[in-house]
């Protein structure tokens, strides 16, 4: 089973419903019982922890608000396997989305080290090294959605949902 790094951009009203009455979560992040996915959502497919290695050069964890990008965030709700879902304020979604603009396609690919990723044991492992250029490729495409999302979050001032499914 594949683990995926969903995103949910979230305006101030529903983040403080959520927050509120955190029972409401699975619901929002999978209407009608997951055929849906919630309103202003994106993926990051599999290469949510590359993404977050590029940016931090650690494993979890990392200097801020880098490492809120993908893996940030104050916890919101039970466990939903992977991990219970994150959420940012509109705040720290402004901070990132000027953080990842700092950071274009060029310095992220400089920082890409498939031996050190699968040496760390990067999600998903096993394509850093075995197919290092289209692995690459595919970190960078969807980084740059992850940053067209972020910056259109902020630009809205909403907040941001993070989970793994």
Known sequence: ??????FAAVDEDTLSDLKSDSSLIEEYLY????DDEPPNSMDVDKCWHA????????SLGGDEPYSLA?????DLGEDLGYGPARFLT????EDVAATLRTVDVDELASRYAPEEMELAEIYPGVIWVKDSENALEYVLENYERLVEFYSAAAERGDGMILWIA
């Open 70 to 74: 993908v893996l940030g965030g104050e």
């Open 90 to 93: 509109p705040e720290q979604v």
């Open 51 to 58: 993404i977050h290695y590029m940016l931090t050069g650690q």
């Open 31 to 34: 209407p009608n019982d997951g």
């Open 1 to 6: 089973m594949s683990m995926i790094g969903y």
